[in-house]
């Protein structure tokens, strides 16, 4: 029997005039950009690693921007939409942590010295998916000082409100309340408040009533319970490789990454369920 040619059922198999798939996806710079400081055969693991999870936080990025477009606009379905989709991105993440665990400290420390001061605490793409959440700090801004365009990008989302403020927003619109100014901080993380905790009380007292914020309510649950479990899940990897070493970043490695555990991105959605 003669092999099988896929170009006589009709594939196309010529793309000296066309666009291809190594075109269309830029696979070139992308599959050149493993640049190994060193010799080490885990190097390109940790490398890939990242470089596959700033392609994910770009893709979650491009989503919150969008669904507070159109949260702000009132318009819930395509919120929903994308808010499951970043907290199925954070899964996916989260999954590649087993992966990365794989690599024993043995294998770590092989290569570490050549990361330099470089860490992911210098993830520009990482804060501003925190300062579009709403857990803003201005402190955090200054690595980036050396890139004017990343540090200008970060300053202007701290201007903006963030997408937990466009949810109180409509929250407030919905019982035609006005919550305090201190609910509405742009430039440091969103503090409870206890008008905000009882409006939502209210929504999930009565879920029927308040079907379309209740929804958006257990959707941003959704979403922050995956980034908890990214952030454990991160510290515990951190743990088994590297122990209570200091941070090439600089930080105290482990104890900075479990004061990070304690961070609420909506505070009165979790404190609000004792209440009920
Ligand atoms: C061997 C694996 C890893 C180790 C040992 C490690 C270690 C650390 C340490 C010690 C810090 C604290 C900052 C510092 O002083 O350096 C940190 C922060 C951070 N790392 Fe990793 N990390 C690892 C993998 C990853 C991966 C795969 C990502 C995914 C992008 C990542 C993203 C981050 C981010 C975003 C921060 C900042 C967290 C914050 O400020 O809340 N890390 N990491
Ligand atoms: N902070 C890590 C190094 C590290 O993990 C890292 C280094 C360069 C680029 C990304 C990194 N990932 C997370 O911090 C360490 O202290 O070993």
């Known amino acids: 029997m003669a092999a099988y040619d896929p170009e006589r ?17 830029s696979l070139d710079p992308i599959l050149g950009s493993q640049n ?15 470089q596959t999870s700033e392609l ?11 669904a507070r477009e159109h949260l702000a606009r009132g318009d819930f379905p395509p919120v929903f939409k994308m808010l499951t989709r ?18 024993t400290p ?3 420390t092989e290569f570490r010295d050549d990361l330099g001061a470089s860490s992911g605490f210098q993830s520009h793409q990482y804060r501003l998916i925190e300062f579009i959440l709403g857990n803003r700090n201005r402190a955090m801004m200054k690595v980036h000082e050396h890139r004017a365009e990343l540090h200008h990008m970060l300053g202007q989302e701290m201007e903006r409100p963030s ?9 407030a619109r919905e019982f035609d309340i ?22 939502w009380t209210r929504v999930y007292q009565n879920p029927k009533e ?49 004061k990070m555990l304690e961070v609420e991105l909506f505070p009165e959605l979790w404190n609000m369920r004792g209440q009920l």
């Open 86 to 103: 970043v907290a199925r991105i954070f899964e996916q993440l989260n999954n590649a942590w087993d992966v990365l665990r794989t690599m």
């Open 56 to 66: 994910w936080m770009r893709l979650a990025l491009h989503e919150l921007a969008t």
């Open 178 to 199: 006005t919550f305090p100014a201190n609910a509405y901080c742009l430039d440091g993380p969103h503090v409870a408040c206890t008008e905000v905790m009882d409006a």
């Open 163 to 171: 997408l937990y403020h466009i949810a109180l927003d409509n929250l």
């Open 210 to 258: 308040h079907w379309s914020l209740y929804e958006l309510a257990e959707k941003l649950v959704d979403l922050e319970d995956y980034f908890r479990r990214w952030r454990f899940n991160h510290v515990t990897t951190v743990e088994r490789i590297i122990g209570f070493k200091r941070g090439t970043g600089g930080t105290s490695g482990v104890k900075y990454l479990r």
């Open 106 to 108: 043995s294998e770590y």
């Open 36 to 50: 190994l400081q060193s010799n080490a055969h885990d190097e390109m693991l940790f490398i890939i690693q990242h």
């Open 9 to 25: 059922e009709g594939a196309k198999m010529s793309f000296a005039k066309d666009m291809s798939y190594i075109d269309y996806l």
